[in-house]
């Protein structure tokens, strides 16, 4: 009993509060007037008989009242009825008691959301009155069990049952919060717009007409520019900041050489940025938009913001060296300085055009012939000559180093360079600006090649000859050191490039041109033989 009464304000014997639940009427017993009052209990709540009469008691079937006749109390203890009569000499008073068992107790922390309703306790079935009540309606009503949230707050919720047992319930109402309050959108995206602790639709109104929400708060975004959309629920204002953005751009077209990286930029960018390379044997981008070339080519990064994708035509280029390596004529040697290539590449050149003349190339130590400054000089000749120092002349020609009609070099009788230090000395600028010059002092040839000392592209100058190192064990030489045959009186020059089976390794050496690493020949022969510019040049001098 202390634990079901323990809740109620009122803990008397309860006469006052089960009268209120009391309605009399009135028969007749024989000649004696009876007056009959049905009487409403919950287990354990008592009602006090009124002083005087006789008391009689009808338990009815089973025990549904306790009934202590000398304290003259009823008390209900479990489902069922019972009948007490208070016996006078005229008249006769009967109390008619119905037990029932009180409604189970709900959870007494409630949450209910603005214009939400929940239902506290199912409204019980007996006969006995409930009675509910709300400490501050402005937040939360109650009806039949039933509460509805007004606006955010605590509010006390009150149920009594048969004016006895009392039931107090703390119900919450939480404040309706948008779920965001601020969105960046692009023209002609969409998002819901949502509320938390709200349950009902909400009716949105957007500003102006940069964006429009429907009726079931679908926002979309119309065109660029800011605006807010506004809703009130439970008295509060809730409002959300729309930011329409210009749609993104990139950079249509990048351009880099192969030691050279890019940055992406990407304006108007209002989201996380994936940027993928069409093709990464060409050019990969990270995930910040920086590229890195691989190979030479053209491919395509494409950068996606949400469903926007957004291209960039890249194009990798050479740089100014690796082109002229890739393209020089003959083969690549890529520890071989860029002078000494481009030399290699030309005697390749005239050697591999020569063979494959038609007409005889003679060996002018053997004939009246005098050799042309320049190839082109050779070709048109109406006799074609050439003797040991005539490919250097050539391609010193041919590269830009030397008009063609200057001296020429070449080792003389001295053991000296003409056009050096020998003779006309014309080109000892020319040569000192671009090469180093070393002398040998007569060493051969085959020395200083197991020494190291030689390589690919030097010039050496010996006792009235002089011959190009090719590398791998072949030089560029020609007239006897050439490989030939006799046609009658004439040599014919088959092929000028020769190696350690034809050649006098036995050569002694006086003096060894090579070029300077930082010199650039402003022309060589591309993998067609033609001249043409330098590219290194050409950015050097630009």
Same mark, same amino acid.
């Not at 083969?331 to 005697?347: F, K």
């Not at 020429?408 to 009788?413: I, N, R, S, V």
């Not at 000892?428 to 002398?439: F, I, L």
């Given at each position: 009993m202390k634990q079901f009464f323990g809740k109620t304000k009122n803990v008397k014997i309860w006469l006052a509060l089960v009268l209120a639940s009391v309605c009399a009427c009135v028969c007749t017993i024989g000649s004696r007037e009876v007056t009959v009052t049905p009487v409403t209990l919950l287990y354990d709540q008592s009602y006090q008989i009124p002083a005087g009469g006789r008391v009689s008691f009808d338990g009815g079937e089973g025990t549904a009242v306790a009934f202590d006749q000398e304290a003259r109390t009823v008390t209900g203890a479990q489902r069922g009825e019972a009948t007490v009569r208070v016996h006078h000499l005229t008249r006769v008073e009967e109390y008619q008691f119905s037990v029932y068992p009180p409604a189970p107790e709900g959870a007494q922390e409630q949450k209910v959301t603005v214009d939400g309703q929940t239902r506290l306790a199912k409204y019980p079935e007996n006969n006995y009155p409930v009675q509910w009540s709300s400490s501050d309606e402005d937040v939360a009503t109650v009806e039949n069990g039933v +509460?509805?949230?007004?606006?955010?707050?605590?509010?006390?919720?009150?149920?009594? =049952?048969?004016?006895?047992?009392? #039931?107090? /319930?703390? +119900?919450?109402?939480?404040?309706?919060? +948008?779920?965001?309050?601020s969105y960046t959108l692009y023209a002609g995206e969409t998002t819901p717009l949502a509320v938390d602790n709200y349950e009902q639709t909400v009716d949105w109104s957007a500003k102006d007409e940069t964006v429009k929400v429907s009726e079931d708060g679908l926002l979309t975004a119309e065109e660029p520019g800011e605006t807010t959309v506004e809703a009130e629920i439970g008295g509060e204002l809730l409002a959300v900041s729309v930011n329409v953005a210009e749609d993104p751009v990139i950079e249509e077209e990048v351009e880099l050489q192969t030691d050279e990286t890019a940055q992406l930029h990407v304006e108007n960018a209002i989201d996380t940025i994936t940027y993928t390379s069409e093709d990464e044997t060409i050019a990969k981008v990270n995930d910040k938009g920086k590229i890195t070339p691989v190979g030479e080519g053209t491919t395509t990064i494409t950068a996606t913001i949400r469903d926007k994708e957004l291209s960039s035509e890249v194009t990798v280029k050479l740089t100014p060296e690796e082109e002229f390596r890739k393209n020089n004529y003959g083969?690549?040697?890529?520890?071989?300085?860029?002078?000494?290539?481009?030399?290699?590449?030309?005697?390749s050149y005239y050697n591999d055009r020569m063979k494959a003349d038609g007409d005889k190339w003679y060996d002018t130590n053997l004939t009246s012939f005098s050799a042309a400054d320049t190839f082109s000089q050779g070709i048109n000749a109406s006799r074609k000559g050439t003797n040991c120092n005539t490919l250097l002349n050539w391609s010193w020609a041919d590269m830009g180093l030397?008009?063609?009609?200057?001296? =020429?070099? /070449?080792? %003389?009788?001295n053991h000296r360079v003409h056009g050096y230090n020998s003779g006309s000395t014309s080109l000892?600028?020319?040569?000192?600006?671009?090469?180093? +010059?070393? #002398?040998t002092g007569g060493t051969k040839f085959?020395? =200083?090649v197991s020494q190291g000392k030689v390589k690919p592209g030097d010039m050496l100058f010996g006792k009235i000859h002089t011959f190009i190192y090719r590398g791998e064990g072949t030089v560029f030489a020609s007239a006897g050191d050439a490989r030939c045959h006799h046609e009658g009186k004439k040599l014919v020059m088959d092929d000028f490039v020769n190696g350690s089976a034809s050649y006098d390794w036995n050569q002694k050496v006086y003096y060894l041109i090579r070029f300077n690493d930082d010199?650039?020949?402003? /022309? /060589?022969? %591309?993998?067609?033989?033609? =001249?043409?510019?330098?590219?290194?040049?050409t950015a050097e001098h630009a």
């Open positions: +509460v509805t949230g007004k606006k955010a707050g605590t509010a006390e919720i009150t149920e009594t =049952l048969n004016n006895c047992l009392t #039931y107090t /319930y703390t +119900v919450t109402v939480p404040k309706p919060e +948008v779920e965001s309050d083969d690549y040697q890529p520890d071989t300085s860029v002078a000494a290539l481009t030399m290699i590449g030309m005697c030397k008009s063609g009609s200057s001296s =020429l070099l /070449y080792g %003389d009788k000892q600028g020319t040569v000192d600006s671009h090469c180093s +010059v070393s #002398y085959k020395t =200083l010199c650039i020949p402003r /022309y /060589y022969r %591309d993998k067609t033989g033609a =001249l043409v510019e330098n590219p290194m040049y």
